[in-house]
């Protein structure tokens, strides 16, 4: 049974408490995890509808179940982008703020810290709507909630004019990375890195707004970029590791991963494989968002404290190479 949360969502909240029953609401799936396996629940669709973009004033309205990829389409056509982004947009937008999804760059917030206002609806049926000034404790409650503040109706969120993005990505060995790691983490605005211990490298992934333009044009003098549809704006140029990008290689490594659950051995070649799919040096120039996203094929991001990075990478390196 699929409820669909509408005006009329005091029922979500009164029908299945008449019933004995609960209510857990689900957004799309992301990265491997049990939050959202529930035994003896209901599963509640949430809405996906606009409610306003506005160009002028940087932000947009919507219901908590648009999910990134389609709020990245809506954008788009507005001439605006999300400020900063990660590796996937499968997440509703509600997930995304009540789970503090990160970004790229290690000097900017959770994606969540972009969030202007909320409207829930309570365990009571009644609807809250709470900012940073009306009701801030409920606001900053509901960033990293789970959702245990309520329901969440519709989120309006800070968002700025779309740019492009200009990636150098390089693959270097583990040690020359982890020995200099404070420098490389500053040494773009958005930094990544990937990290294959089977063969011993990472890829370092440098990213930085661009406001170059094709010849015969006048440069942007203004001090923001220019919109992606800008017609002076450079050439784009997609990554080139046609490889790694292309779907029959994606195909083969699924299918070796796959494999890799019952012959373990095998991670240690396919991880080597991949690093070498992706070993030669590229440059793109594209807009934000397709850059910020990947092609993830291991949905897993395992995550520790900053200030341990050196330490516990270094000690689980070795258990890894062979």
Known sequence: MKYVITELGYLVITLPRLLSRSVVIVGTPGFLSTLNIFSGTEHTNLTRSFLQVNFEKRYVHAQGGVTLRNLHAVLETNGLAMINLGSISEQTLAGMMTTATHGTGIHHQVLSAHVQTVRLLQADGTKVTCSRDHQSDLFYATLCGLGSTGIILDIRMEVRPAFRLREEQETCKFNDVIDKFDQVAVSAEFVRLWWWPQADDIRVSRMNETYEVSK?????????????????????????????????????????????????????????????????????????LSLFNIDCKVRATPSFPSHLRTHLTTLIAPTLYH
């Open 216 to 288: 015969g044009h006048t440069p942007n003098i203004h001090s923001t970029p220019m919109r992606s549809s800008d017609p002076a704006r450079q050439h784009k140029r997609p990554q080139k590791s046609w490889l790694w990008h292309s779907s029959l290689v994606y195909h083969v490594i699924e299918c070796l991963l796959f494999l890799g659950i019952f012959i373990t051995t095998l991670n240690v070649w396919i991880g080597r494989f991949s690093s070498w799919l992706v070993r030669d040096k590229t440059l793109s120039i594209d807009d934000s």
